[in-house]
């Protein structure tokens, strides 16, 4: 088996984003599409010559067949050994592990993480670096420059490799080795929580429900809360991936998981309910009755570390995205925590938690994690949750309830545009911007503009800085204002407005987040103009 040159002409378009290319299935389905942008890949990161590389992805539509280009195209550029999921699948968190356990210089994670799959939903190639973390934005330019200029691609013309059986075989000169998918992330799991503690706790009749949403973290699910830990059989639902999710949008939030929020209000409700996204690396928490937002998810978890020993031990700082609300903040704050602000996207808290200046990190789009890999964990965060429930023997609601109560509430809610039309929205940000030295001592539906700035971001690890990264206004009644566009959408534009307003009225702590949040929401429509820009009455979505 030789590798076979092909000629070819750079594809437009092939930038990659906050986490990775993501477009269209059927477009990565093209002929010399999905090659195209692994050549570039070699190409931007020095090439795979004698290199170690993990590979796997969540399974939606389309994933087999890519990882069988990719398995060609690294033994067609003389890499030394390739670790792949039995059948690809690899949750990004289990991938990140991975590569730092076998000290991989990186891998490929083929996955659109919360966008819809099937042939025609989303589909995605992310490279991860040798620290197991995202691409950082220097390597990510030279991927993209690469795109710009290539004329040939290398790929070896041999059979399938058998990726459903575990052990080793050859591609070429290059040896794949074919992992279970679980195995070693329980294994980290295991040295990170008390079992013990968890076990106890469904054997006391602790009742959960985790909705994998028919995608990658069935499975770990049913390894971990079923089998190991003593969960009921049948609190794992939706287990099984599917290559489009079920017809579902694996997007663990309120709105795309309706039935486990059914579920968890109703009558009968068990004590504990979490679903997670396509590639594994997202969370929902959610307790009898009650929504637990994923900045309010991220605080509880910084606030309650000291319960966890693996945790417990040594609490170096945070870090939350600029979007995230400051419930984080002010747990910090009374912690003696440094806290940092990045832009969005996991690959800007890798150089934190490299360097030791923090142990947990997290955005509000329901990522949350720690410095025991480089990518967000939903499982992770699931996990951490039941351990601090076995041993406080609290219920999520209580525990929320003594912690608006110790540290104040952050009232927060993301409003989404989606699809909207590119140009429109564009427009509505750059007129913002140039609007955003005008604002402050304005008044716009009772509140008054205190601060109005656009987010850049100076590394304080490398010295690195990142601009564009989000339009900030504050109120000196203590609302927040930030509106971004999304980078992980591949049709049109989602318009983000993150919306905030701090509480510390003990008997103002249980409002419903709209009403409580009204005055803000109505600031930032005064202030954007966001249904004439956008031709939009409401939000698609709200979370």
């Known amino acids: 088996m030789k590798p076979k040159k092909v000629a070819t002409t750079p594809i437009d378009g092939q930038k990659p984003g906050t986490s990775g290319l993501r477009k269209k299935t059927r477009t990565f389905m093209e002929p010399h599409y999905l090659e195209n942008y692994i050549q570039a890949t070699w190409n931007g990161i020095g090439g795979v010559e004698g290199k170690t590389l993990v590979l796997g992805g969540?399974?939606?539509?389309?994933?087999?067949?890519?990882?069988?280009?990719?398995?060609?195209?690294?033994?067609?550029?003389?890499?030394?050994?390739?670790?792949?999921?039995?059948?690809?699948?690899?949750?990004?968190?289990?991938?990140?592990?991975?590569?730092?356990?076998?000290?991989?210089?990186?891998?490929?994670?083929?996955?659109?993480?919360?966008?819809?799959?099937?042939?025609?939903?989303?589909?995605?190639?992310?490279?991860?670096?040798?620290?197991?973390?995202?691409?950082?934005?220097?390597?990510?330019?030279?991927?993209?420059?690469?795109?710009?200029?290539?004329?040939?691609?290398f790929i070896l013309d041999a059979q399938d490799v058998d990726l459903d059986t575990l052990g080793e075989t050859t591609l070429g000169k290059t040896v794949v080795e074919v992992v279970d998918p679980t195995a070693d992330y329980q294994e980290l799991m295991a040295e990170l929580f008390d079992f013990d503690a968890i076990k106890a706790l469904f054997a006391e009749g602790f009742r959960i429900r985790f909705d994998a949403m028919h995608a990658v973290t069935g499975p770990y699910a049913k390894a971990i809360l079923e089998d190991t830990l003593g969960a009921a059989p049948g609190s794992v639902v939706n287990a099984t991936p599917l290559p489009d999710f079920g017809e579902g949008h694996p997007d663990p939030n309120p709105i795309w998981a309706k039935e486990l929020m059914d579920v968890m209000m109703g009558e009968?409700?068990?004590?504990?309910?979490?679903?997670?996204?396509?590639?594994?690396?997202?969370?929902?928490?959610?307790?009898?009755?009650?929504?637990?937002?994923?900045?309010?998810?991220?605080?509880?978890?910084?606030?309650?570390?000291?319960?966890?020993?693996?945790?417990?031990?040594?609490?170096?700082?945070?870090?939350?995205?600029?979007?995230?609300?400051?419930?984080?903040?002010?747990?910090?704050?009374?912690?003696?925590?440094?806290?940092?602000?990045?832009?969005?996207?996991?690959?800007?808290?890798?150089?934190?938690?490299?360097?030791?200046?923090?142990?947990?990190c997290g955005e509000e789009s329901a990522g949350t994690g720690s410095d025991h890999v480089r990518e967000k964990d939903g499982l992770w965060a699931v996990l951490f949750w039941l351990n601090v429930l076995a041993v406080r023997k609290i219920s999520v609601a209580d525990l929320m309830a003594d912690h608006w109560k110790t540290y104040g509430r952050n009232y927060y809610s993301r409003h989404d545009y989606e699809a909207v039309d590119a140009e429109a929205a564009q427009k509505l940000v750059d007129d913002l911007r140039d609007r955003l030295d005008s604002l402050p001592g304005q008044d716009f539906a009772g509140l008054t503009v205190e601060t109005a700035d656009e987010f850049a971001y100076d590394d304080p690890v490398d010295g690195s800085r990142s601009e564009g990264q989000g339009l900030r206004i504050t109120t000196s009644q203590g609302g927040r204002i930030v509106l971004r566009?999304?980078?992980?959408?591949?049709?049109?534009?989602?318009?983000?407005?993150?919306?905030?307003?701090?509480?510390?009225?003990?008997?103002?702590?249980?409002?419903?987040?709209?009403?409580?949040l009204a005055s803000v929401i109505a600031a930032a429509e005064a202030i954007a103009g966001i249904k004439d820009r956008t031709g939009r009455d409401a939000p698609d979505v709200i979370t």
Not at 123 to 131: D, H, I, P
Not at 287 to 303: E, F, K, M, N, Q
Not at 490 to 514: F, I, K, N, S
């Open 268 to 360: 009968d409700a068990p004590d504990f309910g979490a679903a997670s996204d396509g590639d594994g690396d997202r969370n929902m928490i959610v307790g009898r009755g009650i929504y637990v937002t994923p900045s309010d998810s991220l605080a509880a978890i910084a606030a309650n570390a000291k319960h966890i020993p693996s945790y417990a031990k040594e609490m170096r700082g945070v870090a939350r995205s600029m979007p995230t609300s400051r419930a984080l903040d002010r747990v910090a704050e009374a912690l003696e925590l440094d806290c940092y602000e990045t832009p969005t996207g996991w690959k800007f808290f890798g150089n934190l938690l490299d360097a030791g200046a923090a142990t947990l």
């Open 485 to 516: 566009l999304s980078g992980t959408g591949t049709e049109g534009a989602t318009l983000r407005v993150y919306l905030e307003r701090v509480e510390t009225d003990p008997e103002r702590l249980h409002d419903d987040p709209q009403e409580a």
């Open 58 to 153: 969540d399974g939606r539509h389309f994933n087999d067949r890519a990882a069988q280009v990719v398995l060609r195209m690294a033994a067609a550029g003389g890499a030394e050994r390739v670790i792949v999921g039995r059948n690809a699948l690899l949750s990004t968190p289990a991938a990140s592990h991975l590569i730092r356990k076998n000290k991989a210089s990186g891998g490929i994670i083929l996955s659109a993480s919360h966008n819809p799959g099937g042939p025609d939903g989303d589909f995605g190639v992310k490279y991860n670096v040798a620290n197991g973390g995202p691409a950082p934005e220097n390597v990510t330019r030279k991927i993209f420059k690469a795109t710009q200029e290539l004329k040939k691609y």
